[in-house]
C-alpha cells in the first residue's frame, strides 16, 4: 500500500529546499537589480560582490532576498515560476501557438502541449523499435550459444557510448543516406530502449530451472512449445520491470535526438530555444513536462503489465 503521506512529506521537503537554494544562486543578480534602483548595497562595488560568498551575500543584505523570487531570468527559477511558467506553456500560449500553426504550418511558435505531443511520437516509434529489437536479441542470445558470446559483449559495449557523442553521428549517417526527419530520432531513441528490454528478457527466458526443463522434456514437448508455454511466461514480469526502464530511457533518447537535429519540434527543441534566449524558466517548464511525461508513461506499462498477469491468471 502506497503511504501518500511519506510520499507528500519528501515532495513538500524537496520543495522546500529547492525554495531556499533560489535565494543565494539568484542573490547577485538581485543586487545589481536593486542597486540599479537606488537601494544601498553591501559591498557597494560589483568586483567585491563577485568575489563575496553567495551566503555571505545574502546575509548582509536580507532585505533584497524578496528579489531572488521575481527576475525574469534566473539562475534558478523558483517552483512557483515554473508552475506559472508550466500553466501558461499549457494552455494561454497553447492557444496562441495553434493559430500560429494554422497561419505558418510550423511548430515553432507552438506550446508546451503540441512540442509534447511530438516528444511523445518519437518516444513511442523509438520504444516500440527498441523493445522490438531486445526481445529479438534476447530470443536469439538465449537460443543461440554463438549469439550469446558474440551479441551479447557488442551490447554492453554499446552502452558506454555518452548517447550525446553517438546522437550527431547518427544523424549525419542517415542524413547522407538521404534519411531525415522522425526515423534519426526515433532510432536515437531506441537505442537507450533496447538495452534494458535484451537484458531483463535475457533473465526472465533463462528463469525455468533444470527441474522445470526436465518436466517439459519429459512431455516430449518441442522448443517451441517450451518457449511458449515455460519459458516466455516466467519471462513475463521481468519483460514489464524492464520495459518501464526502457520507456523511461526512449524519452531521454527522443529529447537528446531533438537537441541533436537541432529541432524546432519537441520539448528538447523547447528547452533548446529556451537556452538560446537565457528562458530558464522556459527551459525548467519543459523539464517539468518531461518529468510528468515520464511518470505517466510508466504507469501505463504498469497498467499493462498488471492487465496481462491477470490474463494470464497471476496476481494482478
Known amino acids: 500500500m502506497v503511504n501518500v503521506a511519506a510520499i507528500l512529506t519528501v515532495v513538500a521537503g524537496l520543495l522546500l529546499l529547492w525554495t531556499l537554494a533560489v535565494i543565494p544562486m539568484n542573490i547577485r543578480e538581485a543586487l545589481t537589480e536593486a542597486e540599479r534602483a537606488g537601494a544601498t548595497i553591501t559591498p557597494a562595488t560589483a568586483p567585491e560582490r563577485r568575489d563575496a560568498g553567495a551566503l555571505s551575500l545574502v546575509v548582509r543584505n536580507a532585505g533584497q532576498i524578496g528579489l531572488t523570487y521575481a527576475q525574469d531570468r534566473p539562475r534558478l527559477p523558483s517552483p512557483a515560476q515554473v508552475i ?3 500553466y501558461n506553456s499549457t494552455l494561454d500560449e497553447e492557444m496562441n501557438g495553434r493559430r500560429g500553426i494554422v497561419r505558418s504550418g510550423s511548430l515553432s511558435n507552438a506550446g508546451l502541449v503540441l512540442h509534447t505531443l511530438k516528444t511523445i511520437e518519437t518516444t513511442l516509434y523509438g520504444f516500440v523499435l ?6 529479438a536479441l534476447a530470443v536469439g542470445i538465449v537460443y543461440s550459444r554463438a549469439m550469446d558470446l558474440s551479441v551479447m559483449p557488442w551490447a554492453i559495449i554499446s552502452q558506454t557510448i555518452p548517447i550525446v557523442a553517438l ?9 547522407s543516406a538521404g534519411i531525415t526527419g522522425l526515423v534519426p530520432r526515433a532510432i536515437i531513441a531506441a537505442y537507450l530502449s533496447f538495452f534494458p528490454v535484451l537484458v531483463g528478457m535475457v533473465k526472465g527466458l533463462r528463469a525455468p530451472d533444470h527441474m522445470q526443463l526436465d518436466l517439459m522434456r519429459t512431455y516430449n514437448a518441442s522448443a517451441a512449445q517450451g518457449f511458449w508455454k515455460l519459458r516466455l511466461p516466467m519471462a513475463v514480469p521481468y519483460l514489464f520491470a524492464s520495459l518501464k526502464v526502457a520507456i523511461a530511457g526512449a524519452l531521454v533518447g527522443a529529447i537528446v535526438s531533438e537537441l541533436s537535429t537541432s529541432s524546432t519540434q519537441g520539448l528538447g527543441a523547447r528547452m533548446l530555444q529556451g537556452s538560446y534566449y537565457g528562458q530558464t524558466v522556459q527551459i525548467w517548464a519543459a523539464l517539468l513536462a518531461a518529468a510528468i511525461l515520464a511518470a505517466a508513461m510508466v504507469g501505463v506499462v504498469g497498467v499493462a ?12
Open 167 to 175: 546522437a550527431p553521428m547518427i544523424v549525419l549517417l542517415l542524413s
Open 305 to 316: 503489465d498488471r492487465l496481462v498477469r491477470r490474463a494470464m491468471g497471476g496476481a494482478a
Open 130 to 135: 527498441g523493445a522490438v529489437l531486445g526481445i
Open 84 to 86: 506559472r511558467e508550466f
